[in-house]
């Protein structure tokens, strides 16, 4: 490859990766709004034991997960998929592969159709 390219090549990785970027900001200010809106709308949870007390309990887990997920997304470049798939395979050897098994199989799926 001659070094014009080569260049070329570079500058689009570098604003697919600012886009990419830019998006991965966008999501996890709506992932925190979104956190912040469920819980303002179902208020503190009651230990009732009722619905209410259920349904603002539950909704307050879903909550923590949406704002745990924006925190990911902040601390994560996804354009490096090699080393955010080297940091799962260390850590959840099992998980992973079960996963690739599952894609494997929705692929081949597919391909058969």
């Known amino acids: 490859m001659d070094s014009a390219m080569e ?10 990766r600012g886009a990419t970027g830019n998006a991965q ?10 956190a912040s809106a469920l819980r303002d709308r179902l208020g503190t949870p009651h230990n009732d034991g009722g619905v209410r007390g259920r ?20 601390e994560n470049d996804v354009t490096d998929l090699r080393e955010l798939l080297g940091h799962q395979l260390e850590n959840h050897p099992g998980r992973t592969a079960l996963i690739a098994l599952g894609i494997g199989v929705l692929i081949g799926r597919a391909s058969k159709r």
């Open 55 to 74: 349904l603002g309990a539950a909704g307050g887990v879903v909550a923590n997960r949406l704002e745990s997920g924006a925190l990911w997304l902040r």
């Open 7 to 16: 260049s070329n090549v570079g500058g689009a990785l570098e604003a697919v």
């Open 25 to 34: 900001a966008t999501l996890a200010d709506t992932l925190d709004v979104g």
